[in-house]
C-alpha cells in the first residue's frame, strides 16, 4: 500500500513537472517566432541579442569569413524559407544584393542593414569617380562593424525591422536595440578616452578591415595585404621598414585563418611582431555578445599602442 502511494506520488509529480516545463517552453519560446536568416557572424549576433528568445535565427556564412563567401544551393533555399533575410551590405555580400525573392514566389523580406550608415571610400579611392565605368559599390569600404558608434546605429535599424515585422513585441525589440545602442556608445566613448592616451597611434594591419575604428578613434591604420600576394621585393620590405622605423610600429596585425605568409617575410625582415586582430568576420564561437567581442579586440589594439 505504502509503496502504491509513493509511486502515486512520483506519477502526480511527475505530471506537474511536465505540466511546468510545457508552460515555460510556452513562456519562453514563441511557437510561431519569425525564422531570420542572416549573412555573417556581426549581423547574426546583432539579430540574435535584439530578438531575445523570440525567433529561430540562423547564420549562413559562419567559418570562412565573408569576403570570398558564397552561399551554398541549401543556403538560398533557408533564405526563400525564412520569413526574413537580413544582410550588411550589397558592396560586402554581392550575391545577396542580387537575390530577388519575389522572382521565387516568396514573401521573405530582405533588410540590407547598413543602408543608413555613412560610408567611407576605401583608402586610396578616395579621388576615384564613379563616371568612369567604375562600379560606385567597390569604392566603398563596408567594414563599418568595427566601429562601436556604427554598430549601435545597425543595430537601431535591425530593431525597427523586427519591430515592423512582428508588431505584437515591437517595444521589446526597440528597447533592446536601443540598449545595444547605448552601450554601444559608452564603449566607443571608453575607448576614445584610452586611445587618446595611448604614444603610438598608427597601427599596420595585414586585412584593412580598420578603418572605422582608426577613424572613429584618431588611430591610423597601414595595410600591407595590398603590397603583393607574392614575396614582397627588397624594394617594398625596405619601404615597409622605413615606415615602420618612422612610426614607430612594433606589430603587424594578422587575421586569424588567413595564410600569414606574406607578413612573417615581412616581420622577418623589418624585426616586427605578429599578432591576431580579429576583424570579427567569421564565427568566434563563444558566448560573449558582438560588444563584448567588439571590446576585445578594441583591447588587444590598445595594449599594442600604449
Ligand atoms: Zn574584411
Known amino acids: 500500500m505504502f509503496k502504491?502511494?509513493?509511486?502515486?506520488?512520483?506519477?502526480?509529480?511527475?505530471?506537474?513537472?511536465?505540466?511546468?516545463?510545457?508552460?515555460?517552453?510556452?513562456?519562453?519560446?514563441?511557437?510561431?517566432?519569425?525564422?531570420?536568416?542572416?549573412?555573417?557572424?556581426?549581423?547574426?549576433?546583432?539579430?540574435?541579442?535584439?530578438?531575445?528568445?523570440?525567433?529561430?535565427?540562423?547564420?549562413?556564412?559562419?567559418?570562412?569569413?565573408?569576403?570570398?563567401?558564397?552561399?551554398?544551393?541549401?543556403?538560398?533555399?533557408?533564405?526563400?524559407?525564412?520569413?526574413?533575410?537580413?544582410?550588411?551590405?550589397?558592396?560586402?555580400?554581392?550575391?545577396?544584393?542580387?537575390?530577388?525573392?519575389?522572382?521565387?514566389?516568396?514573401?521573405?523580406?530582405?533588410?540590407?542593414?547598413?543602408?543608413?550608415?555613412?560610408?567611407?571610400?576605401?583608402?586610396?579611392?578616395?579621388?576615384?569617380?564613379?563616371?568612369?565605368?567604375?562600379?560606385?559599390?567597390?569604392?566603398?569600404?563596408?567594414?563599418?562593424?568595427?566601429?562601436?558608434?556604427?554598430?549601435?546605429?545597425?543595430?537601431?535599424?535591425?530593431?525597427?525591422?523586427l519591430a515592423k515585422s512582428d508588431p505584437g513585441n515591437a517595444d521589446y525589440y526597440r528597447k533592446n536595440a536601443a540598449d545595444l545602442a547605448r552601450n554601444a556608445q559608452k564603449l566607443a566613448d571608453t575607448y576614445r578616452l584610452i586611445f587618446s592616451k595611448v604614444s603610438s597611434k598608427t597601427f599596420v594591419t595585414q586585412h584593412t578591415a580598420f578603418s572605422y575604428t582608426a577613424q572613429r578613434f584618431g588611430l591610423k591604420q597601414l595595410g600591407i595585404a595590398g603590397v603583393s600576394e607574392e614575396e614582397p621585393s627588397p624594394r617594398q620590405l625596405a619601404e615597409i621598414k622605413e615606415f615602420v622605423d618612422t612610426y614607430n610600429v612594433q606589430t603587424i596585425f594578422t587575421e586569424k585563418g588567413v595564410s600569414d605568409k606574406l607578413a612573417e617575410t615581412v616581420a622577418s625582415s623589418t624585426g616586427v611582431d605578429l599578432k591576431v586582430l580579429d576583424p570579427l568576420e567569421a564565427d568566434p564561437e563563444n558566448n560573449l555578445t558582438y560588444l563584448e567581442n567588439l571590446e576585445k579586440v578594441l583591447e588587444t589594439l590598445a595594449q599594442e599602442l600604449k
Open 4 to 161: 502504491k502511494i509513493v509511486g502515486l506520488c512520483i506519477l502526480i509529480l511527475a505530471s506537474f513537472a511536465l505540466a511546468a516545463c510545457t508552460v515555460q517552453k510556452g513562456a519562453n519560446h514563441t511557437p510561431q517566432g519569425l525564422k531570420i536568416v542572416t549573412s555573417f557572424y556581426p549581423i547574426y549576433s546583432l539579430v540574435k541579442e535584439i530578438s531575445g528568445d523570440k525567433n529561430d535565427i540562423r547564420m549562413i556564412g559562419s567559418r570562412s569569413g565573408i569576403h570570398s563567401y558564397e552561399p551554398s544551393a541549401a543556403d538560398i533555399k533557408a533564405i526563400y524559407d525564412a520569413d526574413i533575410f537580413i544582410y550588411h551590405s550589397r558592396i560586402l555580400e554581392s550575391w545577396a544584393g542580387r537575390l530577388n525573392p519575389s522572382l521565387q514566389g516568396s514573401s521573405v523580406k530582405v533588410l540590407e542593414a547598413s543602408t543608413k550608415l555613412p560610408l567611407m571610400k576605401v583608402s586610396g579611392f578616395e579621388d576615384i569617380d564613379v563616371n568612369q565605368g567604375i562600379d560606385e559599390a567597390g569604392l566603398y569600404d563596408p567594414h563599418t562593424w568595427l566601429d562601436p558608434v556604427l554598430v549601435g546605429m545597425e543595430a537601431v535599424e535591425i530593431g525597427e525591422l
